[in-house]
């Protein structure tokens, strides 16, 4: 105990300018430092108070709050005096994610470490909690068509500078949304504010009328931009142009009061995740299993005085004490599939929860058959795996007209209307082929490599995002060339089918690398190899994603040169996301895994009996 009373005592001789909440020093057991990157917006102002209002409810716990006043050097220097305190768990919103990335990881060795709003290179960190940034810009694509219908009109964009992440991110998705669904909104290079704050947006406009000129609606990236920009059409008397902001839905500056006031027409939220991180942090301490690797915020329109919901409404209906869980799973492709319905089954009797289960032997028919099955019977939650991103939208209506609740699993649908289902639970996918683009990377440098891609099953978000997140690094590196993609399914014969038939048909010595997009294609592709009379691992890499136990004993024979973890051990977390949905909680978008990577190195005979799958 003398361990958290010293430093606290202390933090009032040598550090007086921190906000310091310290009661019952006696009963304290965790101290929490929390590094702000600045406290000049109202979303951060937002954002410590919530820290603090959840903070205050546990009498055991102490928190220290530092503002970086957005530079990165004081950020590292609070950082610095948090750990010499003795802190037990770091909260941080990183002011440059770029040069923080290191500074995390070196922590993350320590003590754990939740990262706010924006999410640095890698997973050296315990939990990142935060919006999905580009699913903001998709949303405010979406707000501004319910504002100005089908027959659009010309909107001014004002952002912040897009070399900060989450402007970028933000622009991203609106005008990718707007091209793709909503081609009638047309958008120009956005105005960019620096500083981004509400007086620079008003003078900004105030000086440079001209820039309204034809211009049928306004969206900002902030509430705080949002503000300046109302006030300067009060002022030139052109409030016929209405606003859609972004940003939290309380405050002084937030979405709910700035459109109750009717300051501005809508605006899209962006929770802070406060909260979120003060109970995350205190299941992180206790060391409780299920703690999830990301949770990724939802994101809705507000209009009116309350969320726009969408038609209707997802809240559960009245039930009994016993929960059913409707749960349509893909098939049994592969041997992570086995892995992940068996996950899902024992957690079911752990959490006592009545699991009717179905599998769609990858026959998406079959699957909407049983999803109007489950709303039949009138079951409490629906857990779908979609077998493909499109075609779901009608009968997940249909679930939510019977208020039936949908969560997803592994598995994304393709739909603008987010309110279809509660939460995705599962991997990030695009990270996933980052990693392995990077590990090529790593090991060929300027020399470059010709590389055979083995994509999944077409249409399935694996597929699509894993090919993206490694396109994502791939392209634009000049001596780095994708000789050809194929559709293996996920399945050991698709795998060796298309590597036998490329082997066959071209000189062997034209692949040195193939990027399979789970452990049972590239277990066939092992298989396809060896008849060429070819050593799989030395004369061509191997590189997969799953981690099974098959992959990673080839892994450890040299027969493969690189995993990428993707656990289908999703059960826990599955059925934590029912309960907390049952007892009315508010569900993330999304929650991702933990994940891991793999070398010969770093697997060993105990680790591959420890494996589960």
């Known amino acids: 105990m003398l361990r958290k009373a010293l430093p606290l005592l202390l933090l009032f001789l040598l550090f007086p300018l921190l906000s310091c909440r310290v009661s019952h020093l006696e009963k304290i057991e965790f101290l929490i430092g929390v590094s702000n990157s600045s406290m000049l917006e109202e979303w951060r102002i937002q954002l410590n108070r919530e820290l603090k209002e ?31 305190f003795g802190i037990d768990l770091l909260i941080i919103s990183p002011c440059d994610v770029e040069r923080m990335t290191p500074v995390i990881s070196g922590i993350y060795g320590t003590i754990p470490v939740i990262i706010l709003d924006r999410v640095v290179d890698g997973y050296d960190y315990t939990l990142f909690i935060g919006p999905d940034n580009e699913n903001i810009g998709r949303l405010g694509a979406l707000a501004l068509h319910r504002l100005l219908g ?70 900002t990236h902030t509430d705080g931009l949002a503000l300046g920009v109302s006030r300067a059409l009060v ?90 869980l409707g749960y349509a799973q893909v098939g049994t492709e592969s041997q992570w599939r086995v892995s992940n319905t068996k996950s899902i089954i024992q957690a079911a009797k752990e959490f006592d929860i009545d699991l009717i289960y179905r599998d769609a032997d990858q026959n998406q028919e079959a699957q909407i058959a049983h999803l109007r099955e489950f709303i039949r019977r009138r079951v409490d939650v629906i857990l779908l795996s979609p077998i493909v991103e499109e075609g779901y939208e009608e009968v997940l209506r249909e679930a939510r007209e019977a208020a039936i609740p949908v969560l997803l699993s592994d598995r994304k649908i393709n739909s603008p209307d987010e309110e279809l289902y509660m939460t995705f639970i599962g991997g990030d996918f695009r990270e996933e082929g980052r990693r392995a683009a990077r590990w090529i990377l790593r090991q060929y440098g300027d020399k470059g490599a010709r590389i055979l891609e083995l994509w999944g099953t077409s249409g399935a978000t694996p597929t699509v995002e894993r090919h993206e997140g490694f396109a994502e690094i791939i392209d634009g590196e000049g001596p780095y060339r994708i000789l050809f993609s194929g559709t293996g399914d996920f399945t050991r014969e698709g795998g060796y089918a298309i590597v036998a038939d490329y082997l066959q048909s071209h000189v062997p010595s034209g692949v040195e690398v193939i990027f399979a997009h789970n452990d049972d294609m590239i277990l066939g592709a092992i298989d396809a190899i060896r008849e060429r009379g070819l050593k799989p691992g030395e004369d061509i890499k191997l590189i997969s994603v799953d981690g099974t136990r098959a992959a990673l004993s080839a892994l450890r024979k040299g027969e493969m040169n690189f995993v990428v973890e993707c656990t289908p051990l999703l059960g826990d977390q599955v059925m934590k996301a029912v309960m907390d949905l049952m007892q009315g909680k508010d569900l993330p978008m999304r929650i991702v895994t933990d994940e891991r990577t793999f070398t010969a190195e770093q697997v060993d005979d105990s680790l591959i009996r420890r494996r589960s799958y």
């Open 235 to 324: 002022a030139l008397g052109r409030r016929d142009i209405p606003i859609v902001g972004t940003d939290s839905p309380s405050g002084e500056s937030g979405s709910g009061d700035l459109v109750a006031q009717g300051l501005i027409h809508s605006s899209v939220e962006s929770s802070t995740g406060g909260r979120e991180a003060v109970r995350f942090a205190l299941d992180i301490l206790n060391r409780r299993t299920g703690v999830p690797k990301q949770v990724i915020l939802r994101s809705r329109i507000v209009s009116g005085e309350s969320r726009d919901l969408g038609e209707g409404t997802l809240l559960p209906r009245e039930r009994g004490s016993g929960i059913t």
């Open 54 to 84: 959840e903070a205050d409810r546990y009498p055991f716990l102490s928190v220290i709050f530092t503002d970086a006043a957005s530079s990165t050097e004081k950020q590292m220097e609070d950082i610095d005096k948090l750990m010499g």
């Open 150 to 219: 089908a027959e659009g009109g010309r909107v001014l964009e004002i952002s912040g500078p897009l070399d900060q992440l989450s402007s970028r991110s933000r622009s991203r998705g609106l005008h990718r949304e707007a091209e793709s669904r909503y081609p009638a909104i047309r958008l120009g290079e956005p105005l960019i504010v620096t500083p981004q704050n509400r007086d620079r947006a008003e003078d900004l406009l105030l000086e440079n009328p001209g820039l309204l000129d034809d211009i049928d609606a306004i969206y």
